[in-house]
């Protein structure tokens, strides 16, 4: 059984950091790109950020690109999500998702986590 499982999450005020991990189990870790996304209040789910299994290549979404950082740690089977210069945009549960294949995907996903809650306080 896959499973995913973020942690890290809070309330954060706005201009600080967070930093996000996703543990990852019953699966070939380093085989699997590995995504975040994230879902506001009354929003679609979107795209936040991927690397490819072996981290070599990343992509961000435009909203995030300067101030979020993704990396992995395939020993450990952990993906990171470093947020700095939070804002109230980016308040939102935060997904991480796994994808088999070694490139970076903005699009659908083969498993995802529970999410956890960011709120970015004023």
């Known amino acids: 059984q896959v499973l995913l499982v973020e942690s890290g999450g809070g309330l954060v005020q706005a201009g600080g950091s967070l930093r996000l991990s996703c543990a990852a189990s019953?699966?070939?870790?380093?085989?699997?790109?590995m995504g975040w996304f994230r879902q506001a209040p009354g929003k679609e789910r979107e795209f936040v950020a991927a690397?490819?299994?072996?981290?070599?290549?990343?992509d961000y979404a435009d909203p995030v690109k300067g101030r979020f950082t993704i990396s992995r740690d395939n020993p450990k089977n952990m993906v990171y999500l470093q947020m700095n210069s939070v804002n109230a945009a980016d308040t939102a549960v935060y997904y991480c998702?796994?994808?088999?294949?070694?490139?970076?995907?903005?699009?659908?996903?083969?498993?995802w986590g529970q999410g956890t809650q960011v709120t970015v306080s004023a």
């Open positions: 019953g699966l070939t870790f380093r085989s699997y790109a």
């Open positions: 998702a796994a994808r088999k294949g070694n490139h970076v995907y903005k699009g659908e996903y083969d498993y």
């Open positions: 690397i490819s299994w072996g981290g070599g290549n990343i």
